[in-house]
């Protein structure tokens, strides 16, 4: 049964970092894409960047270039965003989900089939 | 402002059929498949459709879509109200090569 846990929620100061986990089981790894979404509160699904562990690349949306990092640990099967520079509207609950690839490149037709359980992220002064 | 846009809201009574709506354009459910997901209160989000109209292994055959042109569509027949909750429209967008959703609708079972 595939699963992603993602680590527990965080609390951070205006311009710290946050680094969250999302370790896979269940399934290899390699084979397939993570994806990062986040929710602000009483808002909708934003993307916001993915890798693909066996190549190793990482791609981002616009609005994160320079502050989000998403890497990947094979041997652990495990997936981290850091998002640095954090602000009060980085306040949200972040969740890694799954991707099947095709052609080296995210699946679109397939979607995003497991999702982690959500990691809330609080920036408070 | 989200990529996709879908109408904030939707209701209906127990047995009623509802239908979802979700606009984009040529960068993205013009050309590539929609995914739709569920999200009940408080929990992650779940794929429902993908593919435009293939459900995932579990999901009741109540759940259909539906895609023409650049919109997409979600009906829901048979409506229970274990079915309350927010539902998003997504596609993968060429021009912003990124996955893009809709602003979400939810769902009101009256």
């Known amino acids: 049964q595939v699963q992603l846990m993602q680590s527990g929620t965080e609390v951070k100061k205006p311009g710290s970092s946050v680094k969250v986990s999302c370790k896979s089981s269940?399934?290899?790894?390699?084979?397939?894409?993570i994806a990062w979404v986040r929710q602000a509160p009483g808002q909708g699904l934003e993307w916001m960047g993915g890798?693909?562990?066996?190549?190793?690349?990482?791609n981002y949306a616009q609005k994160f270039q320079g502050r989000l990092t998403i890497a990947a640990d094979g041997s652990t099967t495990t997936a981290f965003m850091e998002l640095s520079s954090l602000r009060s509207d980085d306040t949200a609950v972040y969740y890694c989900?799954?991707?099947?690839?095709?052609?080296?490149?995210?699946?679109?037709?397939?979607?995003?089939?497991?999702w982690g359980q959500g990691t809330l992220v609080t920036v408070s002064s | 402002q989200s990529v996709l846009t879908q109408t904030p809201s939707a209701s209906g009574t127990p047995g009623q059929r509802v239908t979802i709506s979700c606009s984009g354009s040529?960068?993205?459910?013009?050309?590539?498949?929609v995914n739709w997901y569920q999200q009940l209160p408080g929990t992650a989000p779940k794929l429902l459709i993908f593919?435009?109209?293939e459900r995932p292994s579990g999901v009741p055959d109540r759940f259909s879509g539906s895609k023409s042109g650049t919109s997409a569509s979600l009906a829901i027949s048979g409506l229970q109200s274990e079915d309350e909750a927010d539902y998003y429209c997504?596609?993968?967008?060429?021009?912003?090569?990124?996955?893009?959703f809709g602003g979400g609708t939810k769902l009101t079972v009256l």
């Open positions: 269940g399934d290899s790894f390699t084979s397939y894409a």
């Open positions: 997504a596609a993968w967008d060429d021009s912003l090569d990124a996955w893009v």
């Open positions: 989900a799954r991707s099947h690839l095709r052609l080296g490149h995210y699946d679109t037709f397939t979607g995003l089939d497991y």
């Open positions: 593919g435009n109209d």
């Open positions: 040529s960068s993205n459910i013009g050309i590539n498949t």
């Open positions: 890798i693909i562990p066996i190549f190793h690349t990482a």
